[in-house]
């Protein structure tokens, strides 16, 4: 029977800047752009609380994402 499960995992810094411009009462531009740094959270550690051998740690590779967006209302 397992005591504790301990996962260890760093959420990624985000960068996210949004804008909007009304150009008349019709028409508005909307412009967003987001940054996530995921390339440090790709190590899991994984720790299970008993006399198992540890899990050790998992490199799950995340790659760091990024998005630029455009559009009118």
């Known amino acids: ?3 504790a499960i301990t996962i260890d995992m760093h959420v990624p810094q985000t960068l996210s800047f949004s804008t909007y411009h009304e150009l008349d009462m019709q ?3 909307l412009a967003s752009a987001n940054w ?5 959270s790709g ?3 994984i720790d299970l609380d ?3 051998p540890k899990l050790g740690a998992l ?3 995340f ?3 990024r998005h630029l967006s455009l559009g009118t209302q």
């Open 1 to 3: 029977m397992l005591d």
């Open 27 to 29: 028409w508005t531009l």
């Open 36 to 40: 996530q740094y995921w390339s440090r």
């Open 43 to 45: 190590e899991v550690g």
């Open 50 to 52: 008993n006399n198992l």
């Open 59 to 61: 490199n799950a590779s």
């Open 63 to 65: 790659k760091s994402t």
